[in-house]
Structure formats: C-alpha cells, structure tokens
C-alpha cells in the first residue's frame, strides 16, 4: 500500500469515528450491544484495513493499523475490542498461519464484514495458563469433532467464524487451532453483560458439543495450536497497547478543555497547579505508551518480515509486553486523573472520562494480565531458569 493509500485510510477511521461517536454514547448510556458500529465500519471499509488487497481488504502497513487503532481507542475501549477481536486476533492467525484456501474463504469473508472473526482461547477453567484448557477434537471422516466450552470471548456472540483451539481426545499435549464457523448444531452461545465496563462490546461464551468442523479448516499444522495462539497475542498485546494510547490522548483532550473552562476560586481550575499536575503526568503516561508501542511495533515488523527467526519473535513477543503492560496502566492512571479534573461530572457515564475509567481496565486483564507480562518481562532479564512457570 502506498503513503497516500495509508493517508486515505486513517482520513477514513478519522470520519468514521466521528459518525460513530453519537451511536456509541448512545448505546454506552443504554447499556447495548453498538451495532451501527458494524455497519459504518462497513461503510469505511475498516474491517479489511489490514487484510491484503488480494482478498478485498486494503492491505495497510502495521504502522499504519496501529495508527488506526490508536485514533478508534479515543472513542473508547468497547469499540476498538470490535477491531481487536476481528482483525488482530481474529483475522491475524488466519494472515499469518492460513493456507492459501482458508485465506481466500475467510479473509475475503472478514475484509467486506460479511463475517465478524474472534478469537476463542480463554475457558472457565484455563485463564492465564491456556495449557490447561479442556476442550478436545477428534477426527471423524473429513471433520473434527470439537467438545468444550469458551469463556470471555470478545465477539464470541456476533462472529461468523472464531479461532478455537483444543487438544486431541485424552491426550493433553499439542494443542490444535480451528477456524470454527458458528451457529451450526452443537453450537450453543451466550452474551456477557454482567460485565464493569465495556457495554458497547460483544463478551460472550459458547459451547461445542460434538460440532463439526470441516477438516480443512485446521488451522496451520496438526498440534502447533500452543505457537499459532502465543504468536497471535503478539498482535493482540500491540492491538491493546494501541487503544489505550488512544484511551490517554481523550482523557487528555477531556481534562484539558474541562480545565479551561470550568472556574472554581475565581479562576479557571487550569491555573490551580494541582489540576495541571494531573494534565501533566496524563502527557506522561502517554509520551512513555507511545514510544513503547513505537518499538514493539517495529519489533513486530521485523519479525514480520523473518518469521522463521526466533530472535526476533522472542523480541517482539518481549516489547510488546513491555507496551501492553506499561500503556494499560497508563491508561486506567489517565482516566483516573481525568475523572479528577471534571469532579462530580466525572463521576458520571453522561461524561468520557467515566466511561473510559470503567472500560479501560480490562485492558490490566485480557490478553495477558498485569503479572503474567511482568512474570515475562522479569524471566527474560533474570534467564530462562528463574522463570515462575513453565
Ligand atoms: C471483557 C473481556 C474480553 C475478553 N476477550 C477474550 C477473547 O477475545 N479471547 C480469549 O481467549 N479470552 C478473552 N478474555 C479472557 C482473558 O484473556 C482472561 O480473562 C485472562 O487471560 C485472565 O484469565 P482468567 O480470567 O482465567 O484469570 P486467571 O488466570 O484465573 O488469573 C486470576 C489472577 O491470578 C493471576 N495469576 C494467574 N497465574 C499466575 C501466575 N503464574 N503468577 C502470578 N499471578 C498469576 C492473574 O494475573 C490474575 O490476577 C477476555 C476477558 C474479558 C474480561
């Protein structure tokens, strides 16, 4: 893709986000599920921006999606899950591991939106350590049986297709990855709500009972579903760490035209120093993010470009704990000085400091939580030896 086709791409996230922006405050303050979103990512041509333009994607550079990423995270975490969920996690396994069949059926289905793609790893019963999942396959004919059941999955009740993964019937070791379509028999789902924040986004469980899965939509090698998984969650972390760099610029853009306005005392409440000490470490936290994601992202383009090296996957895998980790927190700190600076009103869903405060803190929870990238980030300066778990 060409500089002025990456331009004409993020002008495009830019008009989509501001058509997005009343549907989403909309339905943020209804407590649903935003499917216009859907349809104006549709509109845009958003599904398929990293997608190769062979399978009608748009075929953008990393740099370039990041950059997206970032500006639809300003409008809130539950909308940029929607992207995460569909292309870095969704769509990226299939990029990365699809044979040229399963790139053409199920790319081309997910550029044009035809089909919502998610990512099926996390189980009630294996979190953090995905070595323990339970949910088996079984070869039958030409299918795989799958038999388990997935939890948290984000898109999980509106996706055409999700990325599972399970081991072979009584055996516990080489797990396996499977484009799974949806909604056939012995495909049963259930949507979240219950959930702190993130309403605007689809969380949802399903289970496999006995489902068919074509065998010709094992994904990648029979048993390299633990390495398809790990390598996805690169992309996913960098996906992660890109929204909540887009969380800290709108706590930041909130607090400051809050602070401009709002007079207590006699003056504008961004002459006290304590409310510019709160502007002062949000810009911190986001100057630190950005350079962070900065070099994961380059890490990751490196890796991109070599995937056989394993330097460069183990670096990349590094820095982009480094920028999930550090930007997740930076951003649940953002938000939490912007509900600061508005006081009583950013006490209120009514305002987006509020909202991005309740929203962003999954972002410390879901791929990859707080300890376990520190567990990664300490193992890799102390040695493989002193790792906390194998
Ligand atoms: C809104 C939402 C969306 C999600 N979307 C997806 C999705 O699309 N796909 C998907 O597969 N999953 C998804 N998840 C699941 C998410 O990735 C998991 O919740 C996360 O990995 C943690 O797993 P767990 O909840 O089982 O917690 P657990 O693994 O049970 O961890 C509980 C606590 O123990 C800590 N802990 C665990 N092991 C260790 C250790 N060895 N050392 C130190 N501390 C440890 C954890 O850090 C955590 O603090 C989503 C979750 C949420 C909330």
Redesign the pocket.
């Known amino acids: 893709m060409s500089t002025a086709e990456n331009q004409a791409l993020l002008t495009d996230v830019e008009a989509y986000c501001q058509e997005v922006r009343p549907h989403e405050e909309i339905c943020y303050l209804e407590h649903r599920f935003n499917a216009e979103a859907i349809e104006l990512a549709k509109k845009y041509r958003l599904f398929g921006m990293f997608t190769a333009k062979e399978y009608g994607g748009r075929g953008c550079d990393l740099t370039t999606y990041i950059k997206a990423l970032i500006r639809i995270g300003r409008e809130g975490t539950g909308l940029r899950t929607l992207f995460s969920?569909h292309i870095s996690?969704g769509q990226m396994p299939i990029i990365e591991w699809g044979n040229a069949e399963q790139k053409k059926r199920y790319l081309s289905a997910a550029a044009s939106g035809e089909k919502i793609m998610?990512?099926?790893?996390?189980e009630p019963d294996a979190?953090?350590?995905p070595l323990e999942l339970t949910t088996t396959y079984r070869r039958e004919g030409d299918c795989f049986l799958l038999n388990g059941v997935k939890y948290?999955?984000?898109n999980g009740g509106i996706a055409g297709a999700i990325i599972v993964f399970a081991y072979p019937e009584g055996r516990k070791d080489r797990m396996s990855a499977f484009i799974v379509d949806t909604r056939g028999p012995g495909f049963e789902c259930e949507d979240l709500t219950a959930?702190l924040g993130?309403p605007t986004s689809n969380?949802a469980l399903f289970e496999l009972s006995n489902y068919a899965v074509p065998a010709g939509n094992l994904l990648g090698e029979e048993g390299n579903g633990f390495r398809i998984a790990m390598n996805t969650l690169i992309s996913g972390r960098l996906s992660v760490a890109a929204g909540c760099v887009g969380v800290i610029e709108d706590c930041l853009i909130e607090a400051i035209n809050y602070a401009k306005e709002r007079h207590q005392h006699g003056k504008p409440i961004a002459k006290h120093q304590l409310v510019q000490e709160h502007i002062a470490m949000i810009e911190c936290g986001r100057q630190a993010s950005e350079s962070l994601l900065a070099s994961a992202v380059a890490a990751k383009d490196a890796s991109r470009s070599d995937p056989k090296d394993a330097a460069l996957r183990e670096r990349a895998d590094l820095l982009a704990a480094h920028a999930k980790f550090f930007a997740s927190n930076a951003a649940c700190e953002a938000a939490d000085r912007a509900v600061q600076v508005l006081g009583g009103r950013g006490y209120s869903e009514l305002y987006r400091p509020g909202r991005h405060w309740k929203d962003v803190r999954?972002c410390r929870?879901?791929?990859?939580?707080?300890?376990?990238l520190k567990?990664k980030i300490a193992t890799s300066l102390l040695g493989k030896e002193y790792a906390?778990?194998r």
Do not use: P, Q, R, W
């Open positions: 969920g996690i998610a990512f099926g790893l996390t979190g953090s350590n948290l999955i984000s959930k993130l969380t999954v929870i879901y791929e990859g939580t707080d300890e376990i567990l906390a778990f």
